[in-house]
């Protein structure tokens, strides 16, 4: 018999004496992991910065815990994370030979423990006046399926036939001291820019913001970008994938000791297209904020509103080479 699958959105427990992953009681509250590792942490100085939680209220980087059963830690949790340490302290080369299912776990874990978090705090909040915690089905839906997504890390989780994320790695010119982390949890989708590389990945997507952007994926998936055209990409993606409209629907069954994990057609009954109508306006203010480094404005970006402004391609869609755009890094 396959192990039990946890179901911490069923009960709705995100108390401190269950394990985030597996749900077994904990001996103590004090049995605790870090959200972003102590590795990533220690090396870009992040244990101190501020991190903005929904409700506006402040934490730093080390106050992000999660409650976690330190065998499940030792046994499941700490080899991953030895394994992409190793691979982001070398860079692209290592990360792009990394088993792409472990990426997905390894940002899939840092986003459900910023989730966590963010669950306990509004629970405390709306307590504290009285209420009861609030969240919307749809959102329950999404979390509760990247926990399931993430006890691949524990139990013999296969998915059957499908991939329940897109990943895109590039190699980027970075400025080597620099950080650059975005999440965006209501759509769950992650990137990273350090090193020589920047990550994206969305989480609970099937593949379809990868088919989406396959044709600009084609122009670039070889190429070294400016970090600028690393967060015009970013941009794209951190778009579409909020215009997707589709709940991912899955099936789980026990194949001897093993659980199966089956996606449901995301076109389902619905004849619609999978993703809404792109706006070239709304594109535009999320470059503004992913361009914020370089100081872009929205009217700057889309003085022509049928071609927002680009530093990937030029105005014939060939490729701009990275080297000759003019910007600080």
Known sequence: MPGQIY????AFNFSNRNCFLTGQPLSTSEEKIQVFPQWLMSRYKLEDQPFKLLDESMATYKDLKVPCATHVNEAFLEPLENEIAAAFDIGYDA???????KLFQWAG???YGIIFNEVQSGIKLQHSKGEEFNISQSIIHKFSNLHLMLQSLNLP???DGFKP???FLFK???NPAEFGYRDEINTLTFSLRIKDFGLIICLQDNGANKVYHREIVEKIKDKTLHPIQFEEFCGRVFYSAYLFNRLPEYHTFPVGDDIYIEAEQLRGMSSKPLFDDWI???????LESFWKNWGFLLLEIIKNPEK????LFNPDGSFINGTTIELPR
Request: net charge negative; aromatic share 14%; hydrophobic share 45%.
């Open 7 to 10: 179901l911490p959105f069923d």
């Open 95 to 101: 990360v792009k030979n990394l088993d792409e299912l």
């Open 109 to 111: 874990k840092l986003l």
């Open 157 to 159: 989780i296969i998915f």
């Open 165 to 167: 994320y897109s990943l």
């Open 172 to 174: 980027v010119d970075n």
């Open 280 to 286: 070239n306006k709304i594109y535009g203010q999320v």
């Open 308 to 311: 927002p402004m680009s530093f």
